[in-house]
Structure formats: C-alpha cells, structure tokens
C-alpha cells in the first residue's frame, strides 16, 4: 500500500462448505471479530448460492460485520437460463457483491471476455458492488506476456461502462498458475502488475478503483504481500475455509494499513 484505499479481504469459498457448515465457519468469523476487530479493513464472504440466505441471515441476526457476496451471476434479469441466478435474485436476498469473470468460470464454464463485460454491466447496473478478476495462465507469464493479456481483459470488461458505476467495481489480479497451487506470485511480480493495472484502470477512467491479489495467499505471505505488492486486499480461496487463517489474512492488512495511516500523519 501507498497511499492506501481501504482495505478489502474477501474470502472465495468456491463450491465448499453446505449451509451448515457455512454458517457454522460465519459464526466462527463472527466471534473471532467480535474478539478483536478489524478497524480498518471491509471483510467480505462469498458462499455458494445455496448458502446465501443461511450466511446473511446470522450476518444480520448476529451483526456479524462482514459484508456477503455470490461467487457468478447471469447477465440477463429473467427466463430461460436453466441453472442460473441473476442479479435481481441476489440483491433481493440482501447480498452486495459478486464476483464476476473468475478464471474457473472462465476456463471451465465458457466466460468469455464479451460475457464477462455483459456480466460486469448487470451486475452494477442492480447496484451490486462487482469484483472484476483477471489474470494470465502460465504459458503467458512464461512468453512475458502477462501485462498485455491483463490490459486487454481490463479493457474489454470496462470501456464504454458508465463512469456513474465506476464507484462498484474492483478488480482482483488473480494469476491463473497461482491458484490453489501454492506457487504465490513473488511480491516484486504483485507490485510490477498492481502498479500496471492501476495506470490501465486510471486511463480507462477508474482512478479510485481497489486492486486486490489472489493467489495461494494464506497466513504466512500475506503481510509482505500486502506491504510490498501495494495491493489494496484480497481475493482468498483455500485459507478462507478456516476461520483462524482467514482472519490472519485480515488482520495483515489491517495492520499494514494502519502503519501507513501512521506515517501518513
Ligand atoms: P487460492 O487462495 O486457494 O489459491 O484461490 C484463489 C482464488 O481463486 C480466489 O478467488
């Protein structure tokens, strides 16, 4: 972090837990802020559909101060899209955020870059806050390609969007070959495309727009990821399954953030 937005840490728990075990690891999430805050950064879980409910329902119950997000969304509002959600259903449910255009969705889900624009544009368009992924495979971080590749999806997702919406969005820099891998991007490689991808967000008109990584991104390498890599959060997946971890993963940023509100002043 520079001259840092507010943190964000949202936990990506993909196609795990049922709503049983999801509210169980919410109310953990719960008593472990209760316990010691986060006073500075927003904290964000993203359950399976099938969870949502259950998950804001103790949220809310237990003022649990954690915002609630779905992990897709159908671009269209309605009708004959078998197995899907759109985005009317989740804001009815009383959930803010979504992830849109994750690289599963992407590579295993046929998510092009068209459908991830039209996904990004409902989604905002019904006020969700949309948390834009992009990210290179392997094969193009190897043919020093990355920089490039990331622009483009950045610019196919974004140009033309209606800077009134610009306030919902926030991209996550996910390396495909550093997730679930636990090969984690190296902090000079976070901070080379945080810095790229803030210039491309700022000349696509995005100044104020938070960058978070994702990425194998667990207890031990958060801090110096957080420190140097001048992201602004992240986009975690396995470490968010366990309450300890995850919150550590929090607690990193918010004592990043504080230091540097500390120099600041
Ligand atoms: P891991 O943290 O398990 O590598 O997953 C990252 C991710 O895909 C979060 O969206």
Redesign the pocket.
Known sequence: MTNPLKPLVIG?W?MNLDFVEAVHLGQQIGVLLRHAPAEHTEVVVVPPFVDLRSVNSIVASERIPVGVGAQHVNPHDNGAHTGEVSATMLKRLGVEWV?VG???RRAMYAMDDVVVAETLRAAVRNGLRAVL?VGEPQEVREDDGHDAYVASQLASALTGLDPKFHELVTV?Y?PIW????GLTASTEQVRAMTSHLRSTLARLGLKECRVLY????NAENAASIVAEGLVDGF??????LKAESFLAVVRACDDCYALMANRRS
């Open positions: 990506n993909k992830l994750h690289s599963e992924c996550a996910e550093a997730i679930g891998t994702g990425g194998s991104v986009l975690v997946g396995g470490a968010s």
